[in-house]
């Protein structure tokens, strides 16, 4: 069963109110994720890849030094469809995570300090 197409508008409106740093352009939900050079580049490409195939729906990618661009539609349905959408947010989830600004349940803070991106030697992804 092929599943039910959002319409420009509603990709547009759902983009805005659920993940704000993807857009729509030519029939597809784009993100670019700029890095820090090429070693975290493949880090964000392999975590897309994995989350990817354990959804089994595939991204069209575009790898560069120092960014990686991120675009879905549902080949079979020729559009934008919840498995997009639920993709991107699980990557947006996943690649976004900083723990050092996480709150653990009892309001502590994490354990886990986060990429020290003052040391350019650690740099990892540019987070918006």
Do not use: C
């Amino acid at each position: 069963m092929v599943p039910a197409v959002y319409s420009e508008s509603e990709v547009t409106a759902k983009l805005q109110n659920e993940l704000p740093q993807w857009y729509l352009e030519n029939g597809w939900i784009r993100r670019k994720y700029k890095t820090s050079g090429w070693k975290a580049t493949l880090m964000v490409v392999n975590t897309v890849g994995h989350l990817a195939e354990a959804a089994w729906h595939h991204p069209d990618l575009t790898v560069s030094y120092a960014y990686l661009i991120v675009k879905l539609q549902t080949h079979d349905a020729k559009g934008i469809t919840d498995k997009d959408f639920e993709l991107a947010a699980k990557i947006e989830q996943v690649i976004g995570w900083q723990p050092a600004k996480e709150v653990n349940a009892d309001s502590s803070k994490s354990a886990l300090e986060g990429t020290p991106n003052e040391d350019v030697r650690f740099k990892y992804i540019k987070y918006d």
